[in-house]
């Protein structure tokens, strides 16, 4: 004798077991719903976090299109607007750049050497006088009857002659630079002359009551803006 099938003939399932399954799977729904929940909302979070993690990424300032400006009025004018003619740098090549004037005088005589140094602090004795006193000047020995030239250019400002000093030249050579020359003899210069350096002015002599206790040589003075200096501070090199 043969046992009939629970589920009915041919093994489909009965309709009273579809039924079980679906109220088996809303039970089950409905003691779940919460973690269901948590589990959808959770999911919608992360698909936020991935949205927001890929926008992010992106460079922020996209370059955008190049389009071509027109620059406003005022820039425009700025831009074209040449400053006036006063304003311009005038630029020759053809002249020559300003000469930068410097004072560097020769010596006074040929082979000419000091045998007495200017001293406006310390005290040197003076053998004509026999006593120690300032030397305000440089003394350049040379044999008597050497010419004594001008040291540097200027033009001759005053020209005298007696018997303790001889003939006296002073030369203004600009810049506030005045040379004196004593214990000249011949003088061959006067007042308003136009000297060049190297250009006779006198000779040396021995023939006048100053310092003449010393070897023939002529006595110079330098005077800067008033003020008395030591000439061989101005010399060139070779002749110190």
């Given at each position: 004798m043969?046992?009939?099938k629970a589920n009915g003939e041919g093994g489909v399932p009965s309709e009273g077991g579809k039924q079980g399954r679906a109220a088996s799977v809303a039970m089950f729904f409905r003691k779940n719903i919460y973690i269901i929940l948590m589990i959808?909302?959770?999911l919608a979070i992360a698909a936020m976090i991935t949205v927001a993690a890929v926008l992010g990424s992106q460079p922020e300032d996209m370059p955008d299109t190049p389009t071509m400006q027109t620059p406003d009025d005022d820039e425009d004018e700025d831009a074209v607007t040449t400053p006036d003619d006063d304003?311009?740098?005038v630029i020759n090549p053809d002249d020559d750049e300003e000469p930068v004037w410097?004072?560097?005088p020769c010596l006074p005589a040929t082979d000419a050497t000091v045998i007495k140094e200017y001293s406006d602090t310390e005290l040197v004795f003076s053998a004509t006088e026999n006593k120690w006193k300032t030397h305000?000047?440089?003394?350049f020995a040379a044999a008597a009857g050497t010419?004594?030239?001008a040291v540097f250019d200027g033009e001759v400002t005053a020209v005298s002659s007696d018997s303790y000093y001889g003939g006296v030249v002073e030369i203004t050579h600009g810049n506030g630079y005045v040379t004196t020359c004593k214990l000249?003899?011949?003088?061959c210069v006067a007042v308003g002359d136009e000297v060049s350096a190297g250009d006779k002015i006198g000779v040396v002599s021995s023939?006048?009551?100053f310092e003449c206790a010393d070897a023939p040589h002529v006595h110079m003075e330098l005077a800067v803006n008033g003020a008395g200096e030591d000439i061989t501070t101005y010399l060139k090199e070779g002749d110190k």
């Open positions: 043969k046992r009939k959808l909302c959770i304003e311009q740098p410097t004072f560097a305000l000047g440089t003394d010419d004594v030239v000249l003899g011949d003088v023939d006048f009551y």
